[in-house]
T-cell receptor
Framework: GQQVMQIPQYQHVQEGEDFTTYCNSSTTLSNIQWYKQRPGGHPVFLIQLVKSGEVKKQKRLTFQFGEAKKNSSLHITATQTTDVGTYFCADDRGSTLGRLYFGRGTQLTVWP | NAGVTQTPKFQVLKTGQSMTLQCAQDMNHNSMYWYRQDPGMGLRLIYYSASEGTTDKGEVPNGYNVSRLNKREFSLRLESAAPSQTSVYFC????????FGPGTRLTVT
């Protein structure tokens, strides 16, 4: 069945460097959600992308949905130590009652 | 609003013991979920309930049972705990996005 593949699994950056995580699928994604989990915490919703080619920004975070809706990305500009955590993408397959299909996450470490 | 609450926060069990993890949400959401999280494995869905009175298996249901007690509460039961069930368990509820509880850290020795 359709899988949501997320890369890379781990990323280590120096503070101030940029960071990108990618969410890919062999089939069309429906609605992509992004979550952040701080170390020792629980996942927290960041944003949802719905439309093909959609781009949304939250301060230093830029979220994109591919034109073919088969991939999505999260880009952080000039990382800070507060960005440390694991970032997950998830596809809802068009259902607001059903399950979300999560990628395995990208664990970001930021060195000061 | 408390959001999604889970009890207990920590638990240590011996192999073969049983226990129930409790979850409640006060956001009037129809859908509720149980996940386990192990290092490097992401979030794996155990069971979910799309609405009161219904439950469905996720990716890793073996060794677990669930009860959707009412719209607010969704419990997860381990009938005979095994060391492989050592994990962090998250409950979540959803309207559009998912809201996660703080988690239960379970160790089975």
């Amino acid at each position: 069945g359709q899988q949501v593949m997320q890369i890379p699994q781990y990323q280590h950056v120096q503070e101030g460097e940029d960071f990108t995580t990618y969410c890919n699928s062999s089939t069309t994604l429906s609605n992509i959600q992004w979550y952040k989990q701080r170390p020792g915490g629980h996942p927290v919703f960041l944003i949802q992308l719905v439309k093909s080619g959609e781009v949304k920004k939250q301060k230093r975070l830029t979220f994109q949905f591919g034109e073919a809706k088969k991939n999505s990305s999260l880009h952080i500009t000039a990382t800070q130590t507060t960005d440390v955590g694991t970032y997950f993408c998830a596809d809802d397959r068009g259902s607001t009652l059903g399950r979300l299909y999560f990628g395995r996450g990208t664990q970001l470490t930021v060195w000061p | 609003n408390a959001g999604v609450t889970q009890t207990p926060k920590f638990q240590v069990l011996k192999t073969g013991q049983s226990m129930t993890l409790q979850c409640a949400q006060d956001m009037n959401h129809n859908s509720m979920y149980w996940y386990r999280q192990d290092p490097g494995m992401g979030l794996r869905l155990i069971y979910y309930s799309a609405s009161e009175g219904t439950t469905d298996k996720g990716e890793v249901p073996n060794g677990y049972n669930v009860s959707r007690l009412n719209k607010r509460e969704f419990s997860l039961r381990l009938e005979s705990a095994a060391p492989s069930q050592t994990s962090v368990y998250f409950c979540a509820s959803r309207r559009t996005e998912q809201y996660f509880g703080p988690g239960t850290r379970l160790t089975v020795t």
